[in-house]
Structures are given as structure tokens and as C-alpha cells.
């Protein structure tokens, strides 16, 4: 694919770039073959999850006291935006790295950190986390999962939808309400190891529009039975707090997706272009080709200077929930704008399979409603512009 010259991000430095051209020649070699496999099973097989692992894939945030590399978000940041630059972008490596791994590192005991990090970043453990019911998307606060105390256990009752990773995962964050009177505060969140254990069952693979290659799937709890120490934090009732303190980087990984998609749809439509010939001339000379083509390389080098910028203050720990919701709702409406003006160029093979602008259309689509709508992102802003 040809090179469209974005700028260069601030905080790449050699061992990142080192990491770069490792992911590149991974998901060249191990993915890109098998994708269509994937996308017709519905799922990733397994052994991906053990490669990633061996390859130092997964789990790169966490401390070296638990096995990890010790990185930051910035070494998951570029493992996802190569993986989705890739065309692999169902893998949902990003939310076991960037969205439930945190989780544990910032609010596990000791124990759990030891016990379940280095079977995360082995890929023994595939990370899931289970919030959205089927009566309860966008108003999280409404959750109707329970989870009652029962001596040294807890009781979890209920079900989940739409849960990425969940065909495979066995290691699964699930919210769950403690307290059922007391609203968001009455939500905790539990570490759910699920091989083996009773009252746990899966739903359906969910069939849908794009990512096929993803598994999403329904979950049941038939009075699971966990351990109370399957609680995470130190108290009930901490769950939604804590979830609110995640998403900044969860939001973040979203731009990074959008960003790697923007750019890889744009390399793909220069070289088409340059190929393809109409009333005797390259596409490419065309002057509409050359003005959507210029305006959509525009926009994404704003938006790459733009992701570059949330993505060092988020490595600085300054990043706010609002500008985190920004780069959320504004890079993947811009995907979806420039995968769709790429597509129109491709002209009748933008729509077929056996090109690249069909699957990028599919796929992109799930990105403004996952993680937060993008209008719940412009609802955040607009709270914090207008509070007091
Ligand atoms: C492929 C896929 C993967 C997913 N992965 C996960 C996962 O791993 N874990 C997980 O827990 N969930 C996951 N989800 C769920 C996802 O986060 C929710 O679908 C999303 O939060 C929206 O919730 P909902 O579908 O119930 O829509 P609803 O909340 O019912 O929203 C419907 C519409 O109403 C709008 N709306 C809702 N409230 C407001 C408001 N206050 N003001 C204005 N507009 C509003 C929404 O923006 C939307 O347009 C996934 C979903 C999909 C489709």
C-alpha cells in the first residue's frame, strides 16, 4: 500500500518504532492469511491468542512484577493501530490489552494481579468485560445483573448481551448490581474466571453487520457461584466509579482504531486510483479525485496531530474525560466519512468483497454506538462546557 505520509507522533520513540515493525510482520504472517477463516467462523481461533501472547502482544501495560513489559499505553496504542492498519480489526486483543487488563492493574489485590495477569498476557486468559443488558446500553446505571453475598461467595444472577470476546473469553469482567436500591452506587464490578465454573453459560455468537471476525455474544448467569474475593477493588459499590475512571483510555483506543482505518482506506484508494482508468484516464487525474482525496488527507492529518496530542496527555495522565469523548465521537465519525468517500472512488468494487473498501464499510459502522454512543460523548462534552 502506498505511504500517505501522516505525521509522525511525538511520542514514538525507538523501542516503540522496533515494536512497530514487529506487530507489521505479526499480522502479516499470522493473520492476514487467515482472515477470512475468521471472519466466516465468527471468531479468532485460540492459537492467535496463544501466538500474541508469545510474541509479547498482550498485556504490554503491565508491571514487570507480574510478568509484563512494564509499557505504557503507548506500546498498546501502536499493537492496536497496526493490527486495525492491518485490516485485522475484529481482533479483540485491543479490549483485553488497553480495557481489561487496567482494570486489574489499577484495582486488583495482590493476589489477583499475581494469579491472573501472567495467564493474560500468556493469552491462557482471553479478557472480556460485561456491562451492556439487553435492557441496559447507554444507561448503564440500570443494570439489573445482581450479586448477593452468601457467606465467602457471591450469587450473580442475570444476563449480559453484546459482549466482546465473549465466545472465547474465560476471564471476565462482570458488572453486577450489589445493592439493587442504590443506583450506580449499588454497581461492583467482579473478576469471573469462567472455565469450569457452574451457572456460567454462553449465549449466541451474535450474527451482525461488521467485525464478523469478532465474537460477540450473549451471556447467562444461572446463580453463578464466584468467590468473594472475585470482587474487585477493596469494597461494594465501587464499579461504577471505577468504570467511569477507565474510560478516557477505552474511548482513546476507539480514535486509535478509527485513526489506523482512515489511514489504511486512504493507501488503498491512492493506489486504486492510480490503477484504474476511465474515458482514457487514470482515476487519479480526475479533478473530483484529487479534491475528495486532498480533503480526506487533510482531515486525517488533523485528526492524527489531533489523536497524537489526547494520546500524549493521556500518557502524562492529564487526559480529560471530555477530550477523551471528543477523540472518540470525532475520529470515528470522520472514519466513517472517509471510508465512504473512499469507497465512492473504487466506484462498483467498492461494494465487492474481493476489495477492501466492502469490509472497512461494514466495519466501521459499530464504532460510533460501542464504548459510549457518540451521542452519550457529546453529551459528556456538553457537561463539562456547561457545569459550574
Ligand atoms: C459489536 C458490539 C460489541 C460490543 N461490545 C461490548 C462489550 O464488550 N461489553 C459491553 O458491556 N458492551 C458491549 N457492547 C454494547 C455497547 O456498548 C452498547 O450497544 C452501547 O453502549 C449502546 O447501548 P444500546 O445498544 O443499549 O443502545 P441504547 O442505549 O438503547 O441507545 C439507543 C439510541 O439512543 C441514544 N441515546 C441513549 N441515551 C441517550 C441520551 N441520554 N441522550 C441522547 N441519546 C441517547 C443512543 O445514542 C442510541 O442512538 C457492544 C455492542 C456491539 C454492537
Redesign the pocket.
Known amino acids: 500500500m502506498s505511504d500517505i505520509a501522516l505525521p509522525v507522533s511525538s511520542w514514538m520513540d525507538e523501542e516503540l518504532t522496533m515494536l512497530e515493525d514487529a506487530c507489521r510482520q505479526f499480522y502479516e504472517r499470522e493473520c492476514v492469511p487467515h482472515y477470512e477463516e475468521w471472519e466466516a467462523q465468527g471468531s479468532f481461533s485460540r492459537d492467535l491468542w496463544l501466538k500474541a501472547g508469545e510474541m509479547g502482544l498482550l498485556g504490554a501495560e503491565v508491571p514487570e512484577e507480574y510478568g509484563g513489559l512494564g509499557g505504557s499505553f503507548a506500546h498498546d496504542a501502536v499493537i492496536a493501530y497496526q493490527g486495525n492498519l492491518a485490516g485485522i480489526d475484529g481482533w479483540g486483543g485491543g ?1 483485553h490489552n488497553s480495557i481489561v487488563i487496567p482494570y486489574l492493574i489499577h484495582y486488583g489485590s495482590e493476589d489477583q494481579k499475581m494469579r491472573l495477569l501472567p495467564r493474560m498476557i500468556s493469552g491462557d486468559l482471553i479478557g ?5 443488558e439487553p435492557g ?4 448503564l446505571q440500570n443494570i439489573k445483573t445482581s450479586a448477593i453475598k452468601d457467606g465467602n461467595h457471591y450469587k450473580i444472577s442475570g444476563s ?1 448481551t ?4 465473549g465466545a472465547l473469553a474465560n476471564m471476565i469482567i462482570v458488572a453486577a448490581k450489589t445493592d439493587p436500591k442504590a443506583g450506580g452506587r449499588g454497581i461492583s464490578l467482579f473478576l469471573v474466571e469462567t472455565d469450569g465454573l457452574d451457572g456460567f453459560r454462553r449465549g449466541r455468537n451474535l450474527d ?1 453487520l461488521g ?1 464478523k471476525s ?1 465474537d ?1 455474544s450473549e451471556l447467562f448467569f444461572d446463580d453463578m457461584r464466584v468467590p468473594a474475593s472475585a470482587l474487585l477493588g477493596p469494597e461494594e459499590g465501587k464499579g461504577f466509579a471505577q468504570m467511569m475512571d477507565q474510560l478516557p483510555q477505552e474511548r482513546l483506543l476507539i480514535g486509535v482504531y478509527a485513526m489506523a482505518r482512515i489511514e489504511r482506506a486512504l493507501r488503498h484508494t491512492v493506489d486504486y486510483v492510480k490503477e484504474r482508468s476511465a474515458f482514457g484516464h487514470k482515476i487519479a487525474e480526475f479533478q473530483n479525485t484529487q479534491f475528495a482525496l486532498a480533503e480526506c488527507s487533510t482531515e486525517a492529518t488533523i485528526a492524527k496531530t489531533f489523536l497524537d496530542a489526547c494520546i500524549a496527555e493521556h500518557l502524562e495522565g492529564k487526559l480529560t474525560t471530555e477530550k477523551a469523548s471528543m477523540a472518540k465521537y470525532w475520529l470515528t465519525d470522520l472514519q466513517a466519512k472517509i471510508i465512504d468517500r473512499c469507497l465512492q472512488l473504487f466506484g462498483g468494487y467498492g461494494v465487492m468483497s474481493e476489495y477492501p473498501m466492502e469490509r472497512m464499510y461494514r466495519d466501521n459502522r ?1 464504532e460510533r ?8 460523548m457529546k ?1 459528556v462534552i456538553a457537561r463539562g462546557l456547561l457545569k459550574d
Open positions: 479490549l472480556a468485560i460485561a456491562m451492556t441496559a446500553g447507554s444507561d449480559k453484546f459482549i466482546t470476546n451482525k467485525m469478532n460477540t459499530i454506538i460501542y464504548a459510549g454512543t457518540n451521542e452519550i453529551l
